[in-house]
């Protein structure tokens, strides 16, 4: 059975960091293509990074200056390095993978190309 499992979530003050991990498990293989999303109460979920098996990396806008996407080639780990945090950052944070394909720049942001997902670790932001 294929699981992900993220953790590191946590409450900050504004301006501080925290890391995000997702462990993929179950798979026969790496998932080719691994990425966060969140949801903000009353939001829609909506993307945050992607990065896949050959090391291409996507962000949405708002985050790109100062999140870090990564993870080790052929590693079932997924990492979201969250600096200079803002109170508009506060969100489910959810893990999210599809094993058959790449990421691609028109469609890593696209929730339903994820076949699957993890439970969401909470991140608050405090101003």
């Known amino acids: 059975q294929m699981h992900l499992a993220e953790s590191g979530g946590g409450s900050v003050q504004a301006g501080g960091s925290l890391k995000l991990s997702c462990t993929a498990t179950?798979?026969?293989?790496?998932?080719?293509?691994m990425g966060w999303f969140r949801q903000a109460p009353g939001k829609q979920r909506e993307a945050v990074a992607s990065?896949?098996?050959?090391?291409?990396?996507y962000y949405a806008g708002g985050v790109k200056d100062r999140f870090i996407v990564s993870r080790r080639r052929g590693s079932r780990t997924l990492w979201l390095q969250m600096s200079g945090l803002k109170p508009e950052d506060t969100a489910i944070y959810y893990c999210?993978?599809?094993?058959?394909?790449?990421?691609?720049?028109?469609?890593?942001?696209?929730?339903?190309?994820?076949?699957?997902w993890g439970q969401g670790t909470q991140v608050i932001v405090s101003s």
């Open positions: 990065i896949d098996s050959w090391d291409s990396e």
């Open positions: 999210a993978a599809r094993g058959d394909e790449p990421c691609f720049r028109d469609d890593y942001d696209v929730a339903d190309k994820y076949n699957y």
């Open positions: 179950g798979f026969e293989s790496p998932p080719d293509c």
